[in-house]
Every structure is written in C-alpha cells, then in structure tokens.
C-alpha cells in the first residue's frame, strides 16, 4: 500500500474530536510513508487532514474539479494537484490513485464518495480496503442501516465484513496492511 484516500468534510464540525481525527490521520499517514489522496481542500477536515501530513514531513495529492479550483479553496502546499472538468473524473481519478479509502466526518459528498468505492469493492471493481473512522460514534447510526440491509436481504454478509470500521487511525492502518477481499459479488439465482 503506498497511498490511501480520505473522504472527509468541508467543514470542520461541531465536534472539536472530528478536527482531532483529521489531525491524527495525516499524521498516520505520514508516519506510514504513505500518500495522502483527497480532494485538495485547504478548508474543512480536508485542510486538517493535508496540513498535518504536510507539517509531518509526508506528501499530498489533490483532486479537484476546475470549478472548485478557480474559487480559490486549492491547498497551496500539496506535493500535486491534479485539476480535473467534472466530479466522476475526480472520483476516477481519486480511485486510481489510492490503494485504500478512509470516511471521516463529513456529509452528502462524503457519504456518496464513500458509498461508490465500497460497491465498487463488492462488484470486484477494485480489491482495495474501504474503513469508516466512527469519530465519537459519527457513523453509528449510517453503520446500523448497513447492518439492516444485510438483516432485510440486501447486502450481503461478506460485505458489511469487509467494511473496516475503528474509532482509531493506527488500527485501521493495520487492518488495511492485512486486508483480504472478499470474492465478488454474484447476482446467481440461488438453488
């Protein structure tokens, strides 16, 4: 694993343990050699999460729509940024260039960029690892719908499994380093 993907918010929170998660994140990373991939903020739990791999000597690539880039919320100090036209290219783009996702506090755009890789996994799309940070249980509630799709019959139980879910960074980095996909998803008629 050389880089791994952060979906987080554009905002910092309410909670001052979201920032605090950001903060360690990009610290992890840093202290993991391994790169930072997100969407080139500089503001919000994005920003945090940049500034601290970048005060901790790692390196940072930004993804982020022109639209985004000429507003003038790009983070001067990442190692690159790729601007790109369209959002689907900055998710591609964010896809190919990471060896794993992380979901940090964040809304809809997290959720939504969180969701695509996670079924990407399960279709076989990629084989890399997906892990919600449940920071001061953010994600409880989102992790006990998923668990209720598997109870009603829509996902599968291999799938919720091979969500790696931690209230930590550092565990979640060691899980990632021994991640083992599950086979892909099958739409077989059952016998």
Same mark, same amino acid.
């Given at each position: 694993?050389?880089?791994?993907?952060?979906f987080c918010g554009s905002n910092v929170g *309410?909670?001052?343990?979201?920032? @605090?998660? /950001?903060?360690?994140?990009?610290?992890?990373?840093?202290? #993991? =050699?391994?790169?930072?991939?997100?969407?080139?903020?500089?503001?919000?739990?994005?920003?945090?999460?940049?500034?601290?791999?970048i005060a901790a000597g790692g390196l940072a690539?930004?993804?982020?729509?022109?639209?985004?880039?000429?507003?003038?919320?790009?983070?001067?100090?990442?190692?690159?940024?790729?601007?790109?036209?369209?959002?689907?290219? *900055?998710?591609?783009?964010?896809? @190919?260039? /990471?060896?794993?996702?992380?979901?940090?506090?964040?809304? #809809? =755009?997290?959720?939504?960029?969180?969701?695509?890789?996670?079924?990407?996994?399960?279709?076989?799309?990629?084989?890399?690892?997906?892990?919600?940070?449940?920071?001061?249980?953010?994600?409880?509630?989102?992790?006990?719908?998923?668990?209720?799709?598997?109870?009603?019959?829509?996902?599968?139980?291999?799938?919720?499994?091979?969500?790696?879910?931690?209230?930590?960074?550092?565990?979640?980095?060691?899980?990632?380093?021994?991640?083992?996909?599950?086979?892909?998803?099958?739409?077989?008629?059952?016998?």
């Open positions: 694993m050389k880089a791994v993907c952060v *309410r909670n001052p343990a979201y920032h @605090e998660a /950001a903060v360690a994140v990009g610290t992890a990373l840093a202290k #993991a =050699g391994l790169k930072l991939v997100y969407g080139g903020g500089k503001i919000g739990l994005m920003g945090a999460v940049a500034d601290a791999i690539a930004g993804v982020m729509p022109r639209a985004l880039f000429q507003r003038e919320i790009a983070h001067a100090g990442l190692s690159e940024l790729h601007v790109v036209e369209t959002m689907h290219q *900055r998710k591609t783009k964010m896809a @190919e260039l /990471a060896d794993g996702f992380i979901a940090l506090p964040g809304g #809809a =755009g997290t959720l939504e960029e969180f969701f695509e890789q996670w079924t990407w996994a399960q279709l076989g799309i990629h084989r890399k690892p997906c892990g919600l940070l449940n920071v001061q249980d953010y994600f409880s509630p989102l992790i006990a719908m998923m668990q209720k799709t598997v109870t009603e019959g829509f996902t599968g139980e291999r799938y919720f499994e091979m969500l790696v879910i931690e209230t930590s960074i550092e565990p979640m980095l060691q899980r990632f380093a021994t991640y083992s996909p599950p086979p892909q998803k099958s739409h077989a008629p059952k016998p």
